[in-house]
Each structure stands twice: as C-alpha cells, then as structure tokens.
C-alpha cells in the first residue's frame, strides 16, 4: 500500500457517517419501465420484511453504545407509503431504536398518491417526516395508463394538496419522453407542475431498461422511443422553464427553490458516506461500496439464517474513487472541485485524465472554473458518456 493509499484510507476513517437509506420494495403493480428491486402484490409479506429489517440493523448495529445521530435519512422503494398506516408506525419505531435525527435533520419518505391518505400523512408527520417524494410521472391519465402507473391524474391533484397541508417540503417526480409525446404536451407538463408551486422537481426521460415489460415491448415494435432530437429539446425546456419559474438546476435533473435541494441526494454527489438497508440497497462507507441482494426473498432468507444479506462488496483504490468522485460530482450544475477530490484522494485529476478533459472541453461538453470543471449545457446531455470514459 502506498503513503497516498494509507492518507486516503485515514481520511476515510475519520469521515462519520451521517445518512442512511432504506428500501422499502413494496408495490401493488410493478410498472412497464421499472427494473427496481421490488415485490408487487404481497403486502403480506411486510411483517416478514420488518422482522428482516431489523436483523439487518441488529446486525450493523450490535455494538453500538448509543443511537446514530443522522443529518439525512431517506426511505424509498418500491412504494413506502403502500404499507398501512399501523405497518409505517412499525416502520418508524424500529428506524427510531436505531437513529436519532440531528439539529435540522432531513427526514424524506417517497410516496406514490395512490393510498397516501391523510391518516398515513400523519403518522409521517408525527414522527418527524419532513419532506415527501410523491411519484407523480405525468398529469394525463393516457400517459399514466401507459406508464402502468395505479393513480389518476386527479387523484395526483388531490393527494399533493392534502400532502401539502401537512408537509412545507414536497418534491414531486416527472417523466418525458414518453411514447407518443409531443414537445407541446411537455410543455403544458411543465406549466401544470409549476401551478403547483413545489419546493422541488425531478425530471427523468424515459428508459428502456432489459428485462422490463417496456424493454420486451419496444423489441416487438409496440413502443417506439421519441426520436432523440425530440428528448434533448424537451430536456432543454425544462431547463429553461423551470430555473424562469423560480426552480433552479442544481443537478442535472433536479430543480428547487432556494435551500429546498435534496441533501440527502447530494450526499451521493459528493461522495460522502452512507448506510443503506434493504433489498437491493446500495452502502459507501470507507473505502467499500457493499451492495444487498436485488432480491427480496433472498434478502430476507439470509439475514432469517443469519448471514449477511450483501451480495457484492467493492473496495476501491485511490484512483478508482478519486474518478468516482469526479464522475458523480459532475452531475451537479456546479461541478467538481479539484482541489476538493485531492485533498480527500491525493489524485491530481488535472493530470490524471489530462487527455480526456482536452477531448470533452473540444466537444464543448466541459469547461473550466475557478475551482475545477462542470458540464457545459450540451455536455448535460451526454453526462451517462462522460462518466463511463472517466471511471
């Protein structure tokens, strides 16, 4: 090992960890698009997942003198609030036995707005729930058949303001480029979702992901992706329309108002650390990225057997994690500090990927700051390119 290596493994060391993700897999329909680690149909199988849950947090957990004390704790899925109100309680007491939420704490739950009623509202609120995700992918119904989505346009309309009532921060979640989509009903998208004053939008172009029922349908010719020209104008106009009406880009695919950015989210961009739980949930602590099995079945059978539900375990180098710093960081409108990654990786990445910054500041994808690099507005569309060459 080298004196760089031992330097950046001590830096690591040092670094706490202040957030935590939990994977709820729980759907009533798994979606045409979504390759997520999920189980649709099987409520009853949520006493199980909980019993399991709280093996897993035994397990990391058992030597723990005191409570974590958390920044950022983010419950996602699946579809969280499928869970009855009495199972979300059970949820959050068991999260409770092992978490404290620190001063001015992130607390965020994703939701879809079918049977995200009042009553469940309130349970998240009670316990300290401070910011909702609600899964809203588009207001035409004909688009939400398509997509397979299992609320209404209406039903979006009225679950968001209820949502609203009891939560100042809710961040809602779009889908363009669906089949069949003009710019002009992107559009109209568009100006709907800021009628609706959000604190925060994501927005997402449509994938065809292998293995989903969409992927096997656009094979066949049942489904036909936009044209691409097509998806990189509606892109375009969210970032001229959102950032006009008061939302603005802080990574490639979300918008807030002032002081409304995900912090949890950005403790991803950034590279710091992060517990994770669940199926198919993903952790970086140290220099190790430890990754759950995808299946919820085998998640649960291993920790009921007591082994460890991780199915794949990454220890990175130096180089590899001063790339994957500057990767993700990319994805932020401010970019990537170079200063930053050297002083926590001691990898000069001027020199490191001398020849591949010269190529994309070329293409116009990059360009220089004061402090490193961020994406040019063309180079936003090729993000997905730009990190594969880099790490």
């Not at 849950?53 to 974590?68: G, N, P, V, Y």
């Not at 609706?196 to 096997?216: D, M, N, R, V």
């Not at 970086?284 to 079945?297: I, L």
Request: charged share 25%; with cysteine; aromatic share 10%.
């Amino acid at each position: 090992m080298t004196s760089a290596d031992t330097a950046f493994l001590n830096n690591l060391a040092a670094e706490p960890v202040r957030s935590v993700y939990v994977h709820v897999p729980f759907c009533q329909h798994r979606c045409g698009y979504c390759d997520f680690a999920i189980v649709a149909g099987r409520n009853e199988l949520v006493p199980r997942y909980l019993n399991a849950l709280s093996l897993e947090l035994t397990r990391q957990f058992s030597s723990a003198s005191e409570r974590i004390e958390l920044d950022t704790l983010y419950i996602g899925g699946g579809t969280p609030t499928l869970l009855s109100a009495d199972e979300l309680q059970s949820l959050l007491t068991l999260l409770q036995q092992f978490f404290v939420l620190g001063p001015d704490a992130e607390f965020t739950f994703e939701a879809n707005p079918d049977r995200f009623t009042p009553e469940k509202q309130d349970v998240l609120s009670e316990a300290g729930v401070n910011r909702i995700s609600l899964g809203i992918q588009s207001f035409d119904d004909n688009f939400l058949t398509l997509l397979e989505r299992t609320h209404s346009a209406a039903e979006a309309e009225q679950v968001y303001r209820q949502t609203r009532e009891r939560f100042e921060n809710v961040s809602i979640d779009l889908i363009f480029a669906l089949p069949g989509q003009t710019a002009e009903h992107w559009e109209q998208t568009l100006e709907r979702a800021i009628s609706w004053q959000p604190a925060h939008i994501s927005t997402y172009a449509l994938t065809f992901e292998k293995g989903t029922s969409f992927w096997g349908q656009r094979e066949k010719g049942i489904l036909a992706q936009v044209a691409d020209d097509l998806e990189t104008h509606m892109y375009e106009r969210v970032m001229a329309v959102l950032p006009a009406a008061g939302l603005q880009p802080y990574e490639i695919s979300n918008f807030a108002r002032p002081g409304r950015e995900s912090r949890h989210n950005q403790i991803y961009w950034t590279g710091k650390p992060f517990y994770a739980f669940g199926p198919g949930a993903a952790a970086f602590v140290g220099n190790r990225r430890s990754v759950n099995h995808r299946s919820p079945f085998t998640w649960m059978k291993r920790l009921e057997q007591d082994e460890s539900p991780v199915d794949l375990v990454d220890d990175l180098s130096t180089e590899e994690r001063a790339r994957e710093l500057f990767a993700v960081g990319l994805r932020r409108v401010q970019g990537v500090n170079l200063s930053d990654i050297l002083a926590r990786t001691g990898c000069d990445m001027a020199s490191l990927l001398q020849s591949d910054l010269q190529r994309f500041e070329e293409l116009n994808w990059l360009e220089k700051t004061k402090t490193g690099y961020r994406l040019t507005p063309a180079g936003r569309l090729y993000a997905d390119s730009i990190a594969a060459d880099v790490i």
